[in-house]
């Protein structure tokens, strides 16, 4: 849990991010130097100045470095959950409106370096595997946002919908959106679609 | 959705789909045997009577064979796409009305045999890269939607929104829906939703 005023940093905790992060840049340089499938862990451990043993204790296999920066969202969406409850949601819309200030927080977070965004993304696009992992990343999400509901009283059945939704309003916006500059826009406007399904345009002549 | 009256299968095809079915067999029984991840691709295909060369000439690998089902679901879709077009769909509404029938159809072929179904969901649940194979599946199958809806006239970014939230509305249900049984009737519960997201409940009062 992060305070608003948050507390120091302990040092072991500064070294652990420092350690991490150099295995995430080490990674990086050489997924763009070589290719994915070309770079081993050892290769990585080595570029990183760590051994295999210290990269296994910050990631389980070569793919999850590449979506290091998911662990970050997680703790964005945990630190939304514990920070302000409006409560249960009575309807689907309602728990949607709850979630969009939160995946428009993890669209921000997300992209706050947009050349690295679009970087990993091109990454993933590139590798049937990296798609699929990333591909149950967003499910794992999805988990997540529906469980932040259900602690706040709503319904199963309606958060597991709400949730879905979202990441379907997420994933709209992947899909449409050119560059990481726009993808927390387009999710919001996404968003404000999903809202609307139900209304009939005003002006149209049906029938 | 077969045509209303279907032309004989050459007998080329009807033997390759009695191969192909063998392999798919002789994988869920090795499979529900020793695991998924103890079995491989020679002990398919030598439970299956046939060579290595034959097995990967109808999968590209072991996973594909868990996903065999879905390549019928796909032509399902295809066949949908072919016989009834309404045109273009104007909104996201409409848009997702069209997807809601072939969804459903995708739905109840995928649970014609509902203990086959379930112990397809018990397998993928069981295995990280099965999870993500699935969740990638699913994806393809938003992109199908949506090139399906693009191609009877519907905006790109109307027909990529409408697919995603075809897509959650199944998902929802899958997750919903303890058995293969339900499925359809839970899809349909989630399409209906999704539908009257934007309409507010009659009876509350807000404020």
């Known amino acids: 849990m992060t305070s608003p005023t948050a507390a120091p940093v302990p040092l072991v905790e500064r070294k652990r991010r420092l350690v991490q992060q150099r295995i995430v840049e080490a990674a990086d340089e050489l997924f763009s130097e070589r290719g994915f499938d070309q770079v081993s862990v050892t290769d ?3 570029r990183a100045d760590v051994g295999r043993t210290t990269f296994f204790r910050y990631f389980g296999d070569k793919q999850e470095v590449v979506f290091a920066k998911e662990q970050q969202l997680l703790a964005t969406i945990t630190a939304a959950a514990q920070q302000d409850s409006p409560g249960a949601a009575g309807t689907a819309g309602e728990a949607l409106e709850q979630l969009r200030p939160i995946v428009l927080d993890v669209c921000e977070q997300a992209t706050t370096d947009p050349e690295a965004y679009e970087r990993h993304c091109r990454l993933v696009d590139h590798y049937l595997e990296l798609r699929g992992r990333d591909a149950l990343k967003m499910q794992h999400i999805a988990v997540i946002l529906s469980e932040l509901l259900v602690r706040r ?4 059945t309606l958060a597991v919908f709400a949730a879905q939704v979202a990441l379907a309003c997420y994933q709209t916006a992947r899909l ?3 560059s990481g500059r726009s993808l927390t826009d387009e999710t919001r406007a996404a968003f404000d679609e999903a809202l609307a399904l139900g209304q009939r345009p005003a002006a149209t002549g049906r029938g």
Chains 1, 2 share one sequence.
Request: hydrophobic share 40%; proline share 0%.
């Open 44 to 46: 990585i451990a080595a």
């Open 153 to 156: 009283g709503t319904e199963a």
């Open 176 to 178: 449409r959106s050119g």
